[in-house]
Nanobody, 122 residues
């Protein structure tokens, strides 16, 4: 079965940085748009960012715009989410998911990862 595996989460102080990775197993990421979502305790799932298969037209939630950057390395079959200037409100479990496009409905997504915890606290 195709899988996505996230890594790179952890505990970081406010203002710090983390880089999350989303690695594909048993399929090629380059043919898919990759989404990053997050879910904070007691809150709904939030779309964070998306990179299309063509790499043209990345998108970001307003809450992370200017601080987070999504990019892919097809040779490593991995998509990354660089998170800078982290805030306590960024604390959440972060998930990646593959889809046909950045506009694909969630119910039609191809594969989900298991999530990685990000905690921003002093």
């Amino acid at each position: 079965q195709p899988q996505l595996v996230e890594s790179g989460g952890g505990l970081v102080q406010p203002g710090g940085s983390l880089r999350l990775s989303c690695a594909a197993i048993r399929f090629s990421l380059e043919h898919y748009a990759i989404h990053w979502f997050r879910r904070a305790p007691g809150k709904d799932r939030e779309g964070v960012s998306c990179i299309p298969s063509s790499d043209d037209g990345t998108s970001y939630a307003d809450s992370v715009k200017g601080r987070f950057t999504i990019f892919r390395n097809n040779a490593k079959n991995t998509v990354f989410l660089q998170m800078n200037s982290l805030k306590p409100e960024d604390t959440a479990v972060y998930y990646c998911a593959s889809a046909k496009t950045c506009r694909t409905a969630v119910d039609d997504f191809h594969t989900w990862g298991q999530g990685t915890q990000v905690t921003v606290s002093s």
